[in-house]
């Protein structure tokens, strides 16, 4: 049984269903689809309403903070509060393309924390270049609600960072191109009670499937390269990210979980 963390599958190119079937016949029981806008997180909070073993996420990309004005945020506050919905993001600070100014970036940030802390919702984050500023709004904010770095981008220092403070990393498939040596030397430190896995599909194939579009069925190949690495089978990674993923949203416990 393996799980998805972050997938879009808002943007699936043959649709949801086809996708999540696929996802099925893989072993991938578990996924959270997370939106990026107000649209998408709306349709994500949809998707998950009707589909068995999807989740929502809702929140506006730091590319974007520019449309997190305090409109679109009350309404992303209230698919905060919906059944489906187990997190909010992402959300956090971008440094590589900026598409929006750096200080309506943090004032965005710091919104989406607090609309995780208020709904006991788990926070998405998204870390592009920007490792100690995201660390330092989190200090900042305390006390967080539970805290997931995804895409994990960083590398053995900030796995320790992480790792004191209780924050989950999630593994994409950019973990296993061959020229991802620090974030390999990340990977392998992290602590197993702390790590998850994602696709961030479309985006991210695994190796052999670098290039191509992404889906959610692939997160069994980025389990089993974790897996390589921590000593153990690819279903023994995905029965321990899976086992993390029910702790880091607060999943209900279902019988194949137990």
Do not use: Y
């Not at 320790?160 to 999630?170: D, I, L, P, Q």
């Not at 950019?174 to 392998?188: C, E, G, P, R």
């Not at 029965?239 to 702790?247: E, H, M, P, Q």
């Amino acid at each position: 049984m393996f799980t998805d963390t972050h997938c879009h599958l808002t943007m699936a190119p043959d649709g949801v269903e086809a996708t999540v079937a696929r996802a099925r016949e893989a072993g991938v029981h578990t996924m959270v689809c997370v939106g990026t806008d107000l649209a998408s997180s709306a349709e994500c909070v949809r998707i998950a309403a009707i589909t068995p073993g999807v989740w929502a996420s809702v929140g506006i990309h730091p590319n974007d903070a520019i449309e997190a004005t305090d409109a679109v945020l009350e309404r992303i506050e209230e698919l905060a509060s919906r059944s489906s919905v187990v997190a909010v993001g992402e959300t956090g600070l971008d440094w590589f393309r900026e598409g929006a100014p750096r200080v309506r970036q943090e004032e965005s940030f710091r919104a989406h924390i607090r609309i995780a802390r208020d709904h006991d919702r788990t926070l998405v984050i998204h870390d592009r270049e920007a490792h100690d500023d995201i660390v330092r709004v989190l200090q900042d904010e305390k006390p967080l609600p539970r805290v997931i770095f995804h895409c994990f981008s960083g590398g053995p220092d900030l796995v320790e960072t992480c790792a004191a403070e209780g924050w989950f990393m999630s593994f994409a498939g950019n973990v296993t191109f061959k020229n991802a040596k620090d974030l390999q030397a990340a990977a392998a430190v992290a602590p197993t009670d702390l790590l998850l896995t994602e696709t961030d599909s479309p985006f991210l194939s695994p190796h052999p499937h670098r290039g191509k579009t992404n889906e959610p069925a692939r997160v069994a190949v980025t389990a089993a390269f974790l897996g390589q690495m921590h000593g153990c089978t690819p279903e023994e990674m995905g029965a321990l990210t899976s086992a993390n993923a029910v702790r880091a949203f607060a999943l209900p416990v279902t019988a194949s979980d137990s």
